[in-house]
């Protein structure tokens, strides 16, 4: 089955990545408009099955560049987040570029850290793998945001972000900027960064140098940052969020959302 992200709500059939994006996208939250692809579905893909890779391209029809990314159907619980276990695949253009992303997103299931994820939280070894296409969201800046501080378990915000693509930050690429901010979107401590280098979709770039020292985020989008993260708590009944955001021309984007796991 291939949906509109939007009616992707069961996490049985399309992830919890997909899930949680599908109902943040019926709430009214910022989500980048995109497609879920169920593990069955992905599978025929893998295997080349002609009427799959056809629906494929009929749903992909208008989203154009796009980011690739897994929704294994035990992704982004409570127990496990699968936070980089898994491939993305970004700047994404036509139905064979996308078909083939999604075979190489549901290769990384068997990958050898996915794996031993795997065995370590007692789950299946055998990934059912599930996939999100969403349109591409050039950011100006992205990163990530904890609504509890993963250090101390205070309750604060914690956000690091970076100039470009959020995958500067999740990867390690740069040292991002840090942010502690109180709920109600007071400021309460920042931290300068090292980010040289941002990813944009053709790549990895060097970053301006009048821009490689300073903050990348004012507190205005601090306080953007702490009222999405309340609408969060309030959507999912829970005040515990891992959050994937970026900001393009001041707006700012839900791009994932997962609990803060236990493990």
């Known amino acids: 089955m291939i949906s509109p992200l939007a009616d992707a709500t069961d996490a049985k059939v399309f992830g919890g990545k997909a899930a949680q994006l599908g109902a943040a996208i019926c709430w009214g939250l910022p989500v980048p408009d995109g497609i879920a692809i169920s593990c069955e579905a992905v599978s025929a893909i893998a295997h080349e099955d002609a009427a799959t890779m056809a629906d494929l391209a009929a749903a992909i029809a208008g989203l154009g560049l ?143 140098p009048g821009l490689v020292d300073e903050f990348c985020l004012d507190e205005d989008a601090l306080a953007v940052l702490d009222a999405l993260a309340s609408k969060c708590d309030q959507l999912y009944c829970s005040t515990d969020h891992d959050i994937e955001f970026a900001f393009r021309d001041g707006e700012v984007f839900l791009l994932q959302r997962r609990p803060i796991t236990r493990a």
């Open 66 to 208: 796009s980011a690739v990314r897994s929704s294994a159907l035990d992704e982004d619980s409570f127990d496990a987040s699968f936070a980089g276990a898994h491939l993305s695949v970004l700047a994404v253009s036509g139905a064979e570029a996308v078909a083939t992303a999604v075979r190489a997103v549901h290769a990384s299931g068997q990958d050898a850290g996915a794996v031993s994820y795997r065995a370590e939280m007692g789950l299946d070894l055998t990934a059912r793998m599930a996939v999100v296409v969403q349109s591409l969201v050039d950011a100006d800046v992205a990163g990530v945001l904890f609504t509890r501080n993963p250090v101390t378990g205070a309750d604060e915000r914690v956000v690091e972000a970076s100039w470009g693509l959020g995958e500067s930050v999740v990867s390690g690429l740069v040292t991002p900027d840090g942010y502690r901010v109180a709920r109600g979107g007071r400021l309460l401590e920042r931290i300068l960064g090292e980010k040289d280098i941002a990813i944009r979709p053709q790549g990895e770039v060097p970053v301006e």
